[in-house]
């Protein structure tokens, strides 16, 4: 995978990824159902000895027409790369999604892209993708386009998980409302999220659980409570116990609190990545700190019981790092 690209826009697409199979979708969250689309545009690439490139969109189309960013989103253009990356392909090109691109008619759409960047001999979608000014482009559409232009279009059914699609905004609603396992299932991996470790109110500290504190984005809806994780530093893996809301302490916005099992360096200022495991209990008051630090111990130990017994979810969920088999 070491030579994956990152195209930021499709102004000057490399020779090399061009004639190419792509797999087209906003792909929020490369969840189980995306990854078939990818699966099979891989599968379509590798045959035919062609270069396979994930075509997708920032900022989800969704908040272009809003006053101001309101997805709660799963993730963005970086974490989408490195999902690609580990999925197999080739490149990710990354269209800026603006008012001009979201009126374009979809004749234009599929010659200034497909065919002019990239070349596509193949393109793959899902049967729900639509594209273009009033979102005519459609997987019909393509396909008659394609007949024109020369290059084949595949059309991936929705993939159904108990009796429901699979879908970003089902995942939403399930990390929202506490049910993490069937986030992390219908995912196919470990929900991840990161930023920069900042400094906090050292109450943890105080209470003899140190915490590495990052700020999560303001469109962010996963349910307040306590999460056991596994936490990247650099090249280094550790687990943790992490805690979102502070009902005791009456703060408005308080950052994702990681205790780091086994751990105590100073680390403000560096990058860390969290994998949620699981979702340990909603956020509780306590009459004092004596309680909150005797349920603070129990937490510990059941996130240390989750961490033990933890086993990767697919092939795709080792390949991101945090979570490997024994």
């Not at 899902?126 to 482009?137: P, V, Y």
Request: hydrophobic content about 45%; charged content about 25%; glycine content about 8%.
């Amino acid at each position: 995978m070491s030579d994956f690209q990152l195209l930021q826009g499709l102004q000057n697409v490399p020779a090399h990824l061009k004639n190419c199979v792509v797999a087209i979708g906003n792909f929020d969250g490369v969840h189980r159902g995306h990854q078939i689309v990818l699966e099979k545009s891989l599968q379509l690439a590798r045959e035919r000895s062609l270069p396979a490139v994930m075509l997708t969109f920032e900022p989800h189309p969704r908040d272009l027409f809003a006053l101001e960013p309101f997805m709660f989103r799963l993730t963005d253009g970086p974490a989408k790369a490195r999902l690609a990356e580990a999925m197999g392909m080739d490149a990710i090109a990354i269209l800026p999604f603006n008012r001009q691109l979201a009126s374009l008619q979809p004749e234009d759409f599929v010659d200034r892209f497909l065919v002019s960047a990239l070349g596509a001999r193949a393109v793959v979608v899902g049967e729900d993708f639509h594209f273009g000014k009033e979102r005519r482009g459609t997987p019909l559409f393509l396909q008659h386009a394609g007949r024109e232009a020369g290059f084949e279009v595949l059309q991936v059914p929705l993939l159904q998980a108990e009796s429901d699609p699979v879908s970003s905004s089902r995942i939403r609603a399930s990390l929202n409302t506490s049910e993490l396992d069937l986030a992390n299932s219908l995912l196919g991996y470990h929900w991840m999220i990161g930023g920069e470790v900042i400094m906090g109110d050292q109450r943890g500290r105080e209470l003899g659980y140190p915490t590495a504190n990052f700020e999560l984005p303001r469109t962010c809806l996963l349910a307040q409570g306590v999460y056991a994780v596994r936490v990247r530093l650099s090249d280094r893996l550790f687990g943790g116990v992490a805690s979102l809301g502070k009902p005791m302490f009456d703060i408005h916005q308080s950052p994702f609190e990681v205790h780091i099992f086994d751990f105590d360096e100073d680390i403000y200022g560096h990058q860390i990545e969290v994998a949620l495991i699981r979702h340990i209990r909603g956020q509780m008051t306590f009459d004092g700190l004596k309680e909150l630090i005797v349920q603070m111990d129990n937490d510990s130990k059941r996130a240390r019981t989750a961490l033990d017994n933890l086993i990767p979810l697919s092939r795709l969920d080792e390949k991101l790092g945090l979570i490997i088999q024994g």
